[in-house]
């Protein structure tokens, strides 16, 4: 299916829904939400190189008074910043006597052990051994070349973001009871939007949808509305594509905040206590705007980032459900798809 033109940017980013269509009353999604397109490309995303990078966490988190602490395929570790600044990773359970270094603080860009004092600078010492980590601006990653078993790259695949000076990032981490793959599945499900989400999105149709390998952007191109308020909406048209394994990217490709994104990348975390598996949602949403106004949202940008935060986990409250509920059936032998 060929995406329409798109239409240029309007002259203000607000538009007014003449005729609103009631929820229960818009067009069904379900026949183009087909079970083996979503399946193919998701095939098709797990088959992308990770490089054995996962994202942990946002680079604020990442602090020089106390490590962040995380958890990749039930591996303990904690990421800090030297006295220069330096992000350093590596395993979060003491060499020592295994104290957990989570609960550790880091003085003068040197992680000291709270049980027996022993001090990591961030080198190889006592057993204890660093982890490659790459700050990328936004997010903090680590590579765990165990766990991936993938070639490993020097750096993650990071999409191109909106220059940070001009924009405003948030990130946003939660956790459910499934597997990445129920994460991506779920992002690679464009159609279920307006359905799902009605206090957020209006007007979704997909207009275009992932082609085969090689013959073109392998993404599903959709136009939505974003609520702002009564009837009053942002349209812009997005495409989500999946640059890695557990990782999709939404970009906004015409209206309002040209070139914003929000990448969405899922982390295992391990199982729980009942032996079922968790997965870290780690979004971060990059937005920017052309508009003079936009100058205002950047210069109250904590308030702005606690507001994309919630909105995010609004979402993923919702999605989540949906992510272990596919877990769910899946584990069961039950799922339609």
């Not at 909106?162 to 990130?171: E, H, I, K, M, T």
Request: proline content about 10%; some cysteine; glycine content about 10%.
């Amino acid at each position: 299916m060929k995406p329409r033109r798109p239409a240029g940017r309007a002259r203000h980013a607000l538009s007014l829904r003449r005729r609103p269509v009631r929820w229960d009353k818009q067009q069904p999604t379900w026949r183009q939400a087909r079970p083996a397109l979503i399946a193919e490309a998701l095939k098709r995303a797990q088959a992308r190189p990770s490089g054995n990078w996962y994202a942990v966490g946002a680079s604020r988190e990442v602090r020089a008074d106390r490590p962040l602490s995380a958890t990749v395929a039930g591996q303990e570790l904690v990421v800090w910043r030297t006295a220069d600044g330096r992000p350093v990773a590596g395993p979060g359970i003491c060499p020592h006597l295994g104290a957990p270094l989570a609960d550790s603080p880091v003085r003068c860009g040197t992680l000291v052990c709270h049980w027996h004092g022993l001090a990591l600078d961030g080198g190889p010492f006592a057993g204890w051994e660093p982890l490659p980590v790459h700050d990328d601006g936004v997010l903090v990653w680590v590579r765990l070349d165990q766990v991936g078993g993938e070639p490993p790259t020097p750096a993650p695949v990071v999409p191109p973001r909106p220059q940070l000076s001009r924009s405003v990032a948030a990130v946003y981490t939660g956790v459910g009871i499934c597997e990445p793959e129920d994460v991506v599945a779920n992002r690679l499900d464009p159609w279920h939007g307006a359905w799902f989400h009605p206090y957020s999105f209006v007007d979704l149709t997909v207009v275009g949808t992932p082609v085969a390998e090689g013959a073109g952007e392998d993404g599903f191109t959709v136009d939505v509305s974003f609520k702002v308020a009564g009837r009053f909406v942002v349209p812009v048209r997005a495409v989500f594509t999946t640059p890695g394994p557990r990782t999709v990217l939404m970009r906004i490709t015409e209206g309002e905040g040209r070139g914003s994104v929000v990448e969405t990348h899922a982390t295992p975390l391990g199982p729980d206590e009942l032996g079922r598996p968790r997965t870290a949602v780690v979004e971060a949403v990059v937005a920017s705007s052309a508009r003079p106004g936009f100058a205002a949202a950047r210069a109250a940008a904590p308030v702005v980032r606690r507001l994309m935060r919630a909105g995010a986990a609004r979402l993923w409250r919702d999605d989540l459900a949906y992510a272990e509920r596919r877990w769910l059936l899946r584990s069961t032998g039950r799922f339609p798809g």
